[in-house]
């Protein structure tokens, strides 16, 4: 059997220290017993050090390159992790085959670009030899990955000849894998569903032979890649939920039944519309009103909110507070909508009298056929709260399209907000574990989220602004993504900050604040299609976090 290295190494210390010993020494090392022990031993230790402090220093030298591909497997692993949901949200069924086909140039990548400190000429040995194993795991969603590579440089035990021509390890190699975080995420997508949603990115009106091109189609097609890259479900403790929003929200019948039994959602006496006239020039005047409404509602609620509370018996918008806004509906019921928000219109008809100069107003006494005109879709535009079931996530996107209604985003943020508030548990059927409570300690590390998707700016001044309903859910300690889904172009200057003041871009930073290290809460830049979906993924792939375990 071949000797070990450090056999070998041991039996050429023994030959050195015989051949170092001159014919002539051994009478000396007779007279002189000690001497000639000690010079022997001190031959023997001087070689037995000089080749121990080599292989010393090259393992600390391999050690120092296993760490290094290390962290490349491991940037590697999560490069592929990622992948993967993209991969098999186009095509679940892919075969393992041309998954790996598709994942193994990815890990490559990652390692090569962990490698890149490296000096030229070690580079470049490591691509040569460079070997990328995968393990998939479908179920999980995870890809391990092991790397192997020849990292350059020289041993210098590999130099010395009392080692007895050692080589070394060729290669160096690696392994690692990651698996989801285990706080639990939570993700409320808030989606406009204005008229304008019907649009393409450039704000042309879309023909129905072209409608996957339409800004509510790429906006589907992207919400359900972020749905997919989640994966939301019990055991990774991630949840989704959706607001399709306008200048009203709507509940599904059944919720809105047990709403209006509940006291929850009450006929107004009254309510306040923030802008019932527009000018002859076809712009809106702000001149707020409060018209008393009719004793009895002039037809059945079809489950529609705008942003009117009822309080003490009269519908009133509520306070800009926290406590106000996020209220569950048990503290301070909410006004059923009747008669459509939008500018231009108020209940009571008036006289020239009374409107303001060069005003007019398309009133809606009289008329109960218009009352509740914009509140169609049924369960189709309804909200959806938080949920584990991702078939019925996906089913919930599907069935969103717009309604010829104007824009109001700060409805779709409050609503958001009131889905990840741990008071608003019981308000929701079937709301399983979700929201969770951060303030308990096993949901300490909770994230929670809103994405906001708007397409311009609000129609007309809403009861409360967006800027206001964005800094009331960030004090909560929600994380606001906004996306705006429209060609940058009509992207004006005071939209961009007005979107940019919503989002968690310029909150002070995490634990006070909202905005995270390295995560970007800002998507303005959607010139086609495929920059609209990108920013859906990379939001998703931002609040999917990975840990290392192997």
Same mark, same amino acid.
């Given at each position: 059997?071949?000797?070990?290295? =450090?056999?070998?190494?041991?039996?050429?210390?023994?030959?050195?220290?015989?051949?170092?010993?001159?014919?002539?020494?051994?009478?000396?090392?007779?007279?002189?017993?000690?001497?000639?022990?000690?010079?022997?031993?001190?031959?023997?230790?001087?070689?037995?050090?000089?080749?121990?402090?080599?292989?010393?220093?090259?393992?600390?030298?391999?050690?120092?390159?296993?760490?290094?591909?290390?962290?490349?497997?491991?940037? /590697?692993?999560?490069?592929?992790?990622?992948?993967?949901?993209?991969?098999?949200?186009?095509?679940?069924?892919?075969?393992?085959?041309?998954?790996?086909?598709?994942?193994?140039?990815?890990?490559?990548?990652?390692?090569?670009?962990?490698?890149?400190?490296?000096?030229?000429?070690?580079?470049?040995?490591?691509?040569?030899?460079?070997?990328?194993?995968?393990?998939?795991?479908?179920?999980?969603?995870?890809?391990?990955?092991?790397?192997?590579?020849?990292?350059?440089? #020289?041993?210098?035990?590999?130099?010395?000849?009392?080692?007895?021509?050692?080589?070394?390890?060729? /290669?160096?190699?690696?392994?690692?894998?990651?698996?989801?975080?285990?706080? +639990?995420?939570?993700?409320?997508?808030?989606?406009?569903?204005?008229?304008?949603?019907?649009?393409?990115?450039?704000?042309?009106?879309?023909?129905?032979?072209?409608?996957?091109?339409?800004?509510?189609?790429?906006?589907?097609?992207?919400?359900?890649?972020?749905?997919? =890259?989640?994966?939301?479900?019990?055991?990774?403790?991630?949840?989704?939920?959706?607001?399709?929003?306008?200048?009203?929200?709507?509940?599904?019948?059944? #919720?809105?039944?047990?709403?209006?039994?509940?006291?929850? /959602?009450?006929?107004?006496?009254?309510?306040?519309?923030?802008?019932?006239?527009?000018?002859?020039?076809?712009?809106? =005047?702000?001149?707020?009103?409060?018209?008393?409404?009719?004793?009895?509602?002039?037809?059945?609620?079809?489950? *529609?909110?705008?942003?009117?509370?009822?309080?003490?018996?009269?519908?009133?918008?509520?306070?800009?507070?926290?406590?106000?806004?996020?209220?569950?509906?048990?503290?301070?019921?909410?006004?059923?909508?009747?008669?459509?928000?939008?500018?231009?219109?108020?209940?009571?008809?008036?006289?020239?009298?009374?409107?303001?100069?060069?005003?007019?107003?398309? *009133?809606?006494?009289?008329?109960?056929?218009?009352?509740?005109?914009?509140?169609?879709?049924?369960?189709?535009?309804?909200?959806?709260?938080?949920?584990?079931?991702?078939?019925?996530?996906?089913?919930?996107?599907?069935?969103?399209?717009?309604?010829?209604?104007?824009?109001?985003?700060?409805?779709?943020?409050?609503?958001?907000?009131?889905?990840?508030?741990?008071?608003?548990?019981?308000?929701?059927?079937?709301?399983?574990?979700?929201?969770?409570?951060?303030? #308990?300690?096993?949901?300490?590390?909770?994230?929670?989220? =809103?994405?906001?998707?708007?397409?311009?700016?609000?129609?007309?001044?809403?009861?409360?602004?967006?800027?206001?309903? *964005?800094?009331?859910?960030?004090?909560?300690?929600?994380?606001?993504?906004?996306?705006?889904?429209?060609? +940058?172009?009509?992207?004006?200057?005071?939209?961009?900050?007005?979107?940019?003041? *919503?989002?968690?871009?310029?909150?002070?930073?995490?634990?006070?604040?909202?905005?995270?290290?390295?995560?970007?809460?800002?998507?303005?830049?959607?010139?086609?299609?495929?920059?609209?979906?990108?920013?859906?993924?990379?939001?998703?792939?931002?609040?999917? #976090?990975?840990?290392?375990?192997?």
């Amino acid at each position: 059997m071949k000797p070990s290295p =450090i056999e070998r190494f041991r039996l050429r210390c023994v030959r050195l220290a015989e051949r170092s010993v001159p014919a002539s020494m051994p009478r000396r090392f007779l007279r002189d017993a000690r001497g000639g022990a000690t010079a022997i031993v001190a031959a023997a230790v001087t070689v037995m050090t000089v080749g121990g402090t080599a292989l010393i220093g090259d393992h600390l030298w391999l050690v120092d390159q296993r760490d290094t591909l290390k962290s490349a497997s491991e940037a /590697a692993s999560i490069a592929a992790t990622l992948e993967i949901h993209r991969q098999l949200a186009d095509d679940s069924s892919v075969s393992d085959a041309d998954l790996e086909a598709a994942l193994e140039p990815v890990a490559k990548r990652y390692v090569l670009l962990n490698l890149a400190h490296l000096a030229p000429d070690r580079l470049e040995q490591a691509k040569k030899t460079l070997k990328v194993d995968l393990q998939l795991n479908r179920k999980g969603r995870t890809v391990g990955v092991t790397a192997s590579a020849d990292l350059g440089g #020289t041993l210098f035990s590999r130099s010395l000849p009392l080692l007895g021509g050692y080589e070394g390890p060729e /290669a160096t190699v690696a392994r690692a894998g990651v698996e989801a975080e285990a706080p +639990p995420v939570e993700v409320v997508l808030a989606i406009d569903t204005s008229a304008s949603m019907f649009k393409d990115l450039l704000e042309k009106p879309v023909s129905y032979a072209s409608r996957d091109k339409s800004r509510i189609a790429i906006v589907k097609r992207a919400a359900k890649q972020l749905v997919a =890259i989640l994966d939301p479900d019990g055991t990774n403790r991630v949840a989704v939920g959706i607001v399709p929003w306008n200048q009203e929200v709507h509940l599904d019948s059944a #919720t809105a039944s047990e709403w209006s039994s509940k006291g929850w /959602a009450r006929y107004p006496a009254k309510r306040t519309y923030p802008v019932p006239y527009i000018s002859d020039l076809g712009k809106p =005047i702000v001149n707020p009103v409060v018209d008393t409404l009719p004793v009895s509602p002039p037809q059945p609620w079809k489950g *529609c909110f705008d942003e009117h509370r009822i309080r003490a018996g009269v519908a009133s918008l509520p306070a800009l507070t926290e406590t106000a806004l996020f209220e569950p509906p048990s503290a301070a019921p909410f006004a059923q909508s009747y008669f459509t928000p939008e500018f231009g219109h108020s209940y009571r008809c008036r006289d020239a009298s009374e409107k303001p100069a060069n005003a007019l107003n398309s *009133c809606l006494e009289g008329d109960p056929d218009k009352a509740q005109d914009s509140c169609v879709g049924g369960a189709s535009r309804s909200l959806a709260p938080l949920s584990t079931d991702r078939t019925a996530v996906d089913r919930k996107v599907n069935g969103m399209f717009p309604t010829s209604a104007g824009t109001y985003s700060a409805f779709g943020v409050l609503w958001a907000q009131r889905m990840l508030e741990p008071d608003w548990k019981d308000v929701w059927t079937g709301g399983g574990i979700h929201p969770v409570d951060p303030e #308990t300690p096993e949901h300490a590390e909770a994230r929670k989220a =809103i994405v906001l998707l708007t397409d311009g700016e609000d129609a007309a001044r809403a009861p409360i602004s967006r800027t206001d309903a *964005c800094t009331a859910a960030k004090s909560r300690g929600t994380e606001i993504f906004v996306i705006a889904a429209m060609h +940058p172009n009509k992207v004006s200057g005071e939209l961009k900050r007005s979107l940019r003041a *919503c989002s968690s871009m310029d909150d002070s930073e995490y634990p006070s604040g909202t905005r995270r290290p390295d995560t970007t809460y800002l998507f303005i830049n959607n010139a086609t299609p495929e920059t609209l979906e990108a920013a859906f993924t990379e939001i998703a792939n931002q609040l999917r #976090t990975f840990r290392r375990i192997y």
